[in-house]
Nanobody, 118 residues
């Protein structure tokens, strides 16, 4: 059974930093990409950043230059370093696993809350 466990969310003032981590367990297949999505109240879930098994990253424009996605030292882990946080970054952040490049996300974590105060 695949499980994704996120950590590192919390409350931070605008301009501050947080680091999110995600560890996937129960993986018995090759992963195409791991990523982070977020969902703010009343809004749709949106991609924040993703990284493929080959190290190719995709970061949305709204966080480019402030957020960095990287693979963790352990297998099937991914981190999201978030700097210069803004109140509009407040959301529940979800870790994701995508098995194949032509498919959508296959597995989701339960999410971790990030709140940025002004």
């Amino acid at each position: 059974q695949v499980q994704l466990v996120e950590s590192g969310g919390g409350l931070v003032q605008a301009g501050g930093s947080l680091r999110l981590s995600c560890a996937a367990s129960g993986i018995t297949f090759n992963i195409h990409a791991m990523g982070w999505y977020r969902q703010a109240p009343g809004k749709q879930r949106e991609l924040v950043a993703a990284i493929t098994s080959g190290g190719i990253t995709n970061v949305v424009d709204s966080v480019k230059g402030r957020f960095t996605i990287s693979r963790g030292n352990a297998k099937n882990t991914v981190n999201l370093q978030m700097n210069s946080l803004k109140p509009e970054d407040s959301a529940v952040y979800y870790c994701s696993v995508q098995r194949l490049p032509w498919r959508s996300v296959d597995y989701w974590g339960l999410g971790t809350q990030v709140t940025v105060s002004s």
